[in-house]
């Protein structure tokens, strides 16, 4: 996968994780909630390929801009450090969200809950 498409793909998961910041999650349902963690998962594992390697550096460089593309403009800053946490920055966004409705926290913790590796991030 070409550099450029990855970069795009971050920025895709930089939106969803501003949209989990404003009333936008009023309307998220379980398909809504279960792509977000995807994208965010996405971002993990590409976290696992840039770390540590010699063009960690372009990569964050690259990400931290991205941010400021956001429609609207959002306070979300990236690097490749927290796409590390993806997942969890993502849920932690939607739970201090007061627009978040009570229903989709549910489906959120079912979500999660199914799947073992993520769980630890429910006893945060």
């Not at 309307?27 to 792509?35: D, E």
Request: a neutral charge.
């Amino acid at each position: 996968m070409s550099a450029v498409i990855i970069i795009k793909n971050i920025f895709e998961f930089a939106k969803i994780l501003s949209s989990a910041s404003r009333d936008d999650v009023e309307k998220w349902n379980k398909a809504s909630i279960q792509n977000a963690l995807n994208w965010s998962e996405y971002c993990e594992e590409i976290y696992k390929h840039v770390i540590g390697q010699d063009f960690e550096d372009d990569v964050n460089q690259k990400v931290n801009q991205l941010t400021l593309f956001l429609e609207p403009v959002s306070c979300i800053r990236l690097s490749t450090e927290s796409l590390g946490k993806a997942k969890y920055l993502l849920v932690e966004t939607l739970l201090s969200n007061p627009k978040f409705p009570l229903s989709s926290k549910f489906i959120l913790r079912d979500i999660i809950q199914e799947k073992s590796e993520c769980a630890w991030i429910l006893r945060k």
